[in-house]
């Protein structure tokens, strides 16, 4: 199938997710990554700790884990969709990062991500596909973050580059 | 909707745009990324143009009362979030929709930034359980907070009630702001292409005057 053989312009398929994002805004609410992985994460947590990490006031009363949280799904979903993709244009493959830097950038990005989420209450997807379109006053203050933010993370990066020749 | 239905939907929404996304190389972090050290635009194109078609769909619906937009209270955390994720997700490669497909992929590297972005996640929930910030939604009152840093809430549906104008009218404004980054992207990478020409027919130039010294 040609779908599965040439890259797809980013642009339809962006122009695609928007028109299907219009329906979810309708129906539930708009695109929206950080929620389902804080639910994930809350999971998680209650099944190691079990009735300990009702010792966390976070889990009670802004997160109190629920399996059924319609957010978690989108996340599986994109994992699933982004598999099928991979298998059927045979690009799916294990690639391992070879270097210990590329581990902790990775290690420290990941943290950060979360961090952040968590702290703002949104993602960079809810930013862009949901309190912006929304003209959210979020929006606005998250965009002016996530710029500087890539602005530094850029900086940094280019240093390491730089360091690493 | 019960919660069963919610969550189908989210699944086959989630798994259409991860599709997409994996067949389209589309990566936010590179949209903002590669616009900033590289000075190039393919994915920086494509969300803006989901950013126009999503602002006209919103906010037209939000005009009627349909719809549900996010609510809840933002402030410094909106900024300073956001900046952490930023210097977070150019670190890391890959925003978390994009380690979501990349893992889908077999990127080993992307589900370990997934692993860490839930402990970055459960780290900030033992945080917000000692100094109880920013606000829990329960106590966000929609009007500014200053001892708690937050400036409440405000979007295109609260602009409508306000000022008494369909919040169209607004989205439409942002749209034609968008389009018209959009349009600037489009005569900078005209501009590029241009000036790489003007540098190739140079180097030819080189190249023959040189071939024909070489023959002379």
């Known amino acids: ?26 129906l539930m609410g708009a695109w929206t990554v950080g929620g389902g992985e804080t639910m994930m994460t809350g999971l998680v947590a209650q099944a190691v700790l079990g009735d300990e990490l009702g010792r966390i006031p976070f889990w009670s009363i802004v997160f109190p884990p629920h ?13 699933f969709g982004a598999f099928v993709g991979a298998v059927a244009s045979k690009e799916f493959y294990l690639r391992v990062p070879r270097h210990l830097s590329e581990w902790v950038l990775i290690t420290i990005g990941g943290l950060l991500m979360g961090f952040g989420i968590r ?22 203050l998250a965009m002016s973050g996530i710029v500087a933010g890539a602005w530094v993370g850029s900086l940094i990066y280019k240093k390491l580059l730089e360091r690493d020749v | 909707m019960t919660p069963i239905v919610e969550c189908l939907v989210a699944f086959l929404f989630g798994s259409v745009a991860g599709l997409l996304m994996q067949r389209s190389r589309f990566c936010n972090t590179a949209a903002l990324r590669d616009a900033i050290m590289f000075k190039t635009y393919r994915n920086t194109k494509a969300m803006l ?31 300073a979030g956001l900046f ?28 370990w930034a997934l692993i860490f972005t839930f402990v970055g996640m459960f780290l900030f ?3 917000w359980s000692a100094s109880w910030w920013p606000p829990a939604p329960q106590t966000m009152t ?32 942002q749209t034609a702001f968008l389009g018209l980054l ?19 027919k140079e180097h030819q130039k080189k190249k023959a005057a040189a071939a024909a010294a070489v023959e002379a």
């Not at chain 2, 150019?90 to 992307?110: D, F, H, M, P, Q």
């Open chain 1, 1 to 26: 199938m040609e779908f599965f053989r040439k890259t797809l312009d980013p642009i339809i398929a962006l122009a695609a997710i928007a028109v299907l994002d219009i329906f979810m805004f309708l």
């Open chain 1, 67 to 79: 399996a059924d949280y319609w957010k978690i799904y989108i996340s599986l979903g994109m994992l």
């Open chain 1, 119 to 140: 702290l703002a209450y949104i993602c960079n997807v809810s930013t862009f596909f949901g309190l912006m379109p929304e003209m959210n006053l979020g929006g606005y």
């Open chain 2, 49 to 79: 143009v989901a950013m126009m078609i999503l602002t006209v769909g919103f906010t037209g619906f939000m005009s009627v009362g349909a719809g549900h937009p996010l609510q809840f209270d933002v402030g410094l955390n909106t900024f």
């Open chain 2, 84 to 111: 952490l994720f930023g210097i977070g997700m150019v670190l890391a490669g890959a925003c978390t929709v994009s380690t979501w497909v990349k893992a889908g992929e077999g990127n080993i590297g992307a589900l």
């Open chain 2, 125 to 127: 929930s033992l945080v």
């Open chain 2, 142 to 173: 929609g009007q500014i907070n200053a001892p708690a840093l937050q400036l409440g809430f405000a979007n295109a549906q609260t602009l409508q009630d306000k000022f008494g104008i369909p919040a169209i009218v607004f989205g439409l404004a």
């Open chain 2, 182 to 200: 959009y349009r600037g992207i489009l005569r900078r990478e005209r501009a590029q292409h241009a000036e790489h020409e003007k540098h190739q």
